[in-house]
């Protein structure tokens, strides 16, 4: 038999930030929690007060096919059970986030963006079927909104808005403690509201949605906002790195920016600008108890320098702009949970379905 | 003793356009809804379904102050009752809306702009103890939503979002048969969603709120935008009502539009298209089944032929920026209630409520 803590320490090394926590001090029921992204698939088993007992990350090799990928899933949660003496019937549910556009009343995968192979595949039901377990379908960005509420960044609130800062602008909306999936699963689209009615307002670099926040402040926005910049004749350290033949990513800029490079300073600001503005319009909709900001584009976070100067400009902005009573009230931060809300999330919100 | 029906129809006569129904014809236990408005209070004798049993209308007299009012609402509520041989004791509970910032969850109304002398008042209790009746309190604009939502335009629907267009633009939504609040009693305010970042963009009237939907589609900024039109060189109709010694209002100027007048027109549309824009965002963020409009500044609503112009106008520029998955299912209508929504939906509250 494999040594309990051992298995641990191993499952633990493959990626999650979280304490990784024993069996024996675990608070059941457990749950397992899966986050379906484009390259990866997260899988975490979490105890009743969403703390993480084993981890694992799988590739997604979405070409394969939805079907596939549920049959490695249900495989990767049997070896991760294995590793601490644990079997199915230790599940109490399964939460299963997925990207894209869905249906969640019918468990239905319907056309995700960035799954191409994944088109109208009953995922909810297939993977319940393999695992003998009752499944809560979720959106992705929902799900994660969920962990920070949960366990993360917004525990102390009941309503919150998580928006997720990537290849595009995610968003989640817990409403006393439920998520709000809408009526045509579509809801807490946070990346689409729009920013600017004007006919020359930005695009989403998909072609689409023209004005909408998600054209301002994404990764892609972020780099196309640099090269107009740099094309318009701002001096920056970036040009260097560019005409080496590094290609211009959201990082590249981060990075000028915390080293003092004026230019990729300006845009990682007036990122945080534009995202104000689109917090002030969530929080006249919603009015939640806190904002909270996640993602990879998060310039660093709360560790960070700049990124500590980039929350600055967020809260000014909104506070500026938002009505008093609640810009006096609201609090924006970052969030606390990395990569892992997902399955975290996923798993709570298995935990309030079960 | 007074003849019922005589009584009825004299009730009824007062103003209501809801069929009134006899206390025989009734569906028990029966609600009152009060809505309070800068200048009449409305108070509703409503069944369990909905359906208004007596109506009276009385003057704010804001001036007055809160606790004359609550004094006037209780005797009014009382002659209502009276007239149709009823006592308080048939009254289950009490709904009660008012405008402008409030503490929900401590019945407290704060400073609401149009109620100057309301201030800091514990009217729900106050109304509460007079009457000693449970009092449910809401929002103004989320009771005429919970209004639509329950017997008008929104019946239909588990989510809906009804936008209010007058002086300002209010919003009431709900999700899953309940009103968003928010955390600081600031939910809904749809009025005050973003829809133009830059800084040469519209101001509210009473000055803040840069780019705000309201700075676009409330009655004033109708008129504003048409004076900066004349100002501009258009030529119009209006001009020669304004040459009168007329003051320009948004009645005026949808009366213009239906008569053929182009500039009134193309303002009418052109809040539509502003309106469609804000609407994206609304339904992108809480993706209800339907988008209720209603208001004094409904361009005649479905009744008439710039009403169905102004509705066409919303819906193109809905559906040109929203997802498919949204723009080809989300319903967007007038409302059909009227006046009568605040108080049926404050009765409806209190119903859920009690």
New interface residues.
Partial sequence: MINKETALLRLANMSTNQAVITPETAQTPLFAGVDVGGTNIKIGLVDDKGRTLAFQSIETMEELGPADAVRRIKATLHEMLFHVSLTMDDVKAIGLGTPG?MDIPRGMILAPPNLPHWRDFPVRDQLSEVTSRPVAFVNDANAAAFGEFWVGSGRD???MIMLTLGTGVG?G?I?DGRS???????????G???????EDARCCVWGG???QLEAYCSASAVVRRTEEALEAGRKSALTKRINAGEELTSLMIAEKAASGDQLSLDIVLETA??LG??I???V??????AVILGGAMDFGGQNSELGQKFLARVREEFQR?A?D??AD??VIDFAQLGSDAGYIGAAGVARESA
């Fill in positions: 556009t609130f009941r309503t968003g909306i409403l709000i999936e809408g009526e045509h699963s579509f809801g807490s689209e946070c689409h509201i729009i920013i600017d009615h004007n949605g023209r004005g600008m534009y503005v689109g002030v319009t969530l006249h909709t919603v009015d939640p108890g702009r009505f009573v609640v009230h609201t």
